[in-house]
């Protein structure tokens, strides 16, 4: 859910600052299925659990002159989740309970 949410926020930053060529990374491929099915107009119907996440990003999508969402591994998205880890750290939104492990 955490990753489907980030790339909602994702969408709406973009559009509110005026970006029109994005490209979406994520190192869950699940998630980049799903949404993929979701924007694809051709696709059956997707019935997840995050389809309003889903739903709401296919609407953005069409306000984007170009979109990709692509599937990167873990492996190679270290930099990307220490980042994502440190902003959680640095506002506060760790729990205290895995802030050592963070380290």
Known sequence: MAEAMALWLGCMEALVFGRVKMI????????VNDIRAAINPTALACFSPLNAFWQDIKIF???FETVCFQHVPRSCNSLADL?????????GLTPPLFSSLME
């Open 24 to 31: 979406f990374a994520s190192d869950l491929l699940e998630v």
């Open 61 to 63: 999508v069409a306000s």
């Open 83 to 91: 980042l994502a880890k440190c902003a959680l750290q640095e506002l």
